[in-house]
């Protein structure tokens, strides 16, 4: 049982470029999320979706743009990628709020932007 | 919004040593959860706590559930150099059409040199 893959693992990008982080679960779950992490910042959620075909704004959504045409997959975008981007992203999926067990994490992209 | 505050920051540790580490919040949550993240790695899942006053053990672990619903508590006994990593804890309300979870700002175990 996979759980949450991400893929890539790693990215170099240039300044202005763009490029799709895929996340995808085969856990049957209705929630998913996309994080950022940066040194003494925790986790920050950047857009999430309640279900296929909806997406939502989190805390940082700025610069980021995400979609969810499948249930078990949600894309990240960065569409003129920007040094302040460079980070860790967490793709993470659900039950519905309240189910047991939390939020399931992907291994991470680290994505570096020069 | 609700903010977790999270403490230490990090700490060292000592093979053998007991380790707590504490979230608190300004405001109430129906679920605290701990997670622990090793280098290279997304958070995974320790405990979970689902009622006020709940102390629940994983192991060597043991969380607890704040009885006034605003803080919640991890104690690692007779810490093992594969305990260092990253903690976090989250609160979460599932009230109304939003549940996701709030992360504090981590706690970093290390091994004293």
């Known amino acids: 049982n996979a759980g949450v893959t991400q893929t890539p693992k790693f990215r170099v990008l240039k300044t202005g470029q763009s490029m799709t982080l895929l996340c995808a679960q085969d856990?049957?779950?209705?929630?998913m999320y996309w994080y950022r992490q940066d040194p003494g910042m925790g986790l920050r959620l950047i857009h999430y979706s309640v279900g296929e075909g909806t997406t939502a704004k989190g805390e940082v959504p700025d610069g980021y743009n995400v979609s969810r045409l499948k249930k078990q997959n949600f894309l990240l975008g960065l569409e003129s990628a920007a040094p302040s981007q460079t980070s860790v992203y967490f793709c993470a999926s659900s039950g519905r709020p309240g189910a047991l067990n939390g939020y399931t994490f992907g291994s991470g992209t680290r994505l570096t932007v020069v | 919004g609700q903010q977790l505050n999270q403490s230490p920051q990090s700490m060292f540790i000592q093979e053998g040593e007991d380790v707590s580490m504490n979230c608190t919040s300004s405001s109430i949550f129906n679920t605290w959860l701990w997670y622990k993240q090793d280098p290279g790695e997304g958070p995974v899942l320790l405990i979970a706590l689902y009622k006020a006053g709940e102390l629940t053990s994983n192991g060597r672990l043991t969380a607890q559930f704040g009885i006034t619903r605003k803080d919640s508590f991890l104690n690692i006994s007779a810490s093992i150099p594969s305990d260092v990593g990253i903690y976090f804890c989250a609160g979460q309300n599932y009230g109304g059409s939003q549940g996701n979870l709030i992360f504090g700002k981590g706690t970093k175990l290390s091994v004293k040199p």
């Open positions: 856990m049957n779950h209705e929630y």
